[in-house]
């Protein structure tokens, strides 16, 4: 099993940044690709970001590109969401998720809230 544990939610105002870890423990995943995700209310959880396990592959949501930068530090075992200009629209339940190579998202972490106010 993986566990996928998120921190660094929070409020914040429009214009603000935060920065969102992952921190992955248990069975090591084999090129595996770690992924952002988000769920705002009422809404259906959407992707924001993935990298690869070597961070040359990388992809993000049109919605966040340019404003969001999603790294890792594979030493760590951690995953970063850098999240700059944050808007309002923003505001959603961050979720971290993994997967290994040509597979879906199976495993998930418990989420964290980042809500940003205008």
């Known amino acids: 099993q993986v566990q996928l544990v998120e921190s660094g939610g929070g409020l914040v105002q429009a214009g603000g940044s935060l920065r969102l870890s992952c921190a992955a423990s248990g069975r090591t995943l084999s090129n595996n690709i770690m992924g952002w995700f988000r769920q705002a209310p009422g809404k259906e959880r959407e992707f924001v970001a993935a990298?690869?396990?070597?961070?040359?592959?990388?992809s993000y949501a049109d919605s966040v590109k340019g404003r969001f930068a999603i790294s890792k530090d594979n030493a760590k075992n951690t995953v970063y969401l850098q999240m700059n200009s944050l808007k309002p629209e923003d505001t959603a339940v961050y979720y971290c998720?993994?997967?290994?190579?040509?597979?879906?998202?199976?495993?998930w972490g418990q989420g964290t809230q980042v809500t940003v106010s205008s």
């Open positions: 990298i690869s396990w070597s961070g040359a592959s990388i």
């Open positions: 998720s993994a997967r290994e190579s040509g597979e879906g998202y199976k495993y």
